[in-house]
């Protein structure tokens, strides 16, 4: 058995003529091909040269781009979660640390750093009093 291997020549851009262009983007535009596919099967280097067929000679309409805007970063939800869990973890042991340092600091030098809420009355009943 002979392997037979096709020797595919690169084309460059001189070669294309209008009619293989119009051949190429019909047949992208019918779904026989995609432009990955039609760029293999007929040695086109470029990699946006069919897409760029496409725009120029094709039938459809490439004025209204559906671009959609990048995403800021490109975790996944469970990344997000677990960076947001890891986040929220290292605020609680930060308020811990700044809790214990305002009761150290009130035993050591008899401060009174800590606003007692329980002690004063409510806005709301000083202002039916009067």
């Not at 291997?5 to 009619?19: G, P, V």
């Not at 779904?31 to 596919?37: F, I, N, P, S």
């Amino acid at each position: 058995m002979e392997k037979v291997e096709t020797a595919r020549r690169r084309r460059s851009q001189r070669d294309y003529s209008l009619t293989f262009k119009l051949s190429v983007v019909e047949q992208v535009e019918q779904g026989e091909l995609t432009c990955r596919q039609a760029q293999g099967r007929y040695g086109i280097q470029g990699k946006s040269t069919v897409l760029v067929w496409l725009r120029k000679h094709g039938k459809l309409d490439w004025s209204h781009s559906r671009s959609r805007p990048m995403p800021k970063s490109k975790e996944t939800p469970a990344q997000t979660i677990k960076r947001l869990e890891k986040e929220l973890e290292d605020e609680r042991q930060h308020t811990l640390l700044l809790n214990r340092m305002i009761d150290i600091a009130d035993s050591q030098y008899g401060t009174s750093i800590r606003k007692k809420l329980a002690s004063r009355p409510p806005e709301n009943s000083r202002k039916k009093d009067r």
